[in-house]
């Protein structure tokens, strides 16, 4: 199983990015999935998670603001962002609970995809 995230860049304040992370391999199906970041010098920390239901919940640093969602049918988890701040700038990875037979359920990792903040 493979974690395929996408839709970083260089984006001034109060501008928007969206990022996409996509499943793939070989998967019985997708539980939780959620969006973390890391900036220079700091822990990782959860941003966003969202459930297999569409539940969803925000690192109050950003709600408001960001907004994840997920493409069952796609195995795709997204996050929209807007009115960034440099604050939100960091290396965000998106991470996946999933199911590789009715038994037995992994956490995979994306690559991580950088947003920088700044005018």
């Known amino acids: 199983v493979q974690l395929q995230a996408s839709g970083g860049g260089l984006v001034q304040p109060g501008g928007s990015l969206r990022l996409s992370c996509a499943a793939s391999g070989r998967i019985f199906g997708v539980n939780d999935m959620r969006w973390y970041r890391q900036a220079p010098g700091k822990q990782r920390e959860l941003v966003a998670a969202v459930t297999s239901g569409g539940s969803t919940n925000y690192a109050d640093s950003v709600k408001g603001r960001f907004t994840i969602s997920r493409d069952n049918a796609k195995n795709t988890v997204y996050l929209q962002m807007n009115s960034l701040k440099p604050e939100d700038t960091a290396v965000y990875y998106c991470?996946?609970?999933?199911?590789?037979?009715?038994?037995?359920?992994?956490?995979?990792w994306g690559q991580g995809t950088e947003v920088t903040v700044s005018s």
């Open positions: 991470n996946a609970e999933v199911r590789a037979s009715i038994k037995y359920t992994y956490s995979y």
